[in-house]
């Protein structure tokens, strides 16, 4: 694999919309290897945010 060759297959991130309240402006999640990433906007401007790693590998999060 040449420097800027990439894998045949690339996955595709299905975010959703986690509906909350009284937490962060907008909070979404994709499944991943081995758990989920978590993302929020805060903010009116959405001039914040911040984005992890849940560790859950049976994806048993029920949002």
Do not use: C, Q
Not at 15 to 29: A, L, Q
């Amino acid at each position: 694999m040449g420097l800027f060759s990439k894998p045949k297959s690339t996955g595709v991130l299905k975010w959703e919309r986690i509906d909350n309240e009284g937490g962060p402006r907008d909070s979404w999640r994709a499944k991943v290897h081995g758990g989920w990433l978590f993302i929020t906007w805060w903010g009116a401007n959405y001039d914040g945010s911040g984005t992890t790693f849940i560790p859950d590998p049976k994806h048993e999060w029920h949002a």
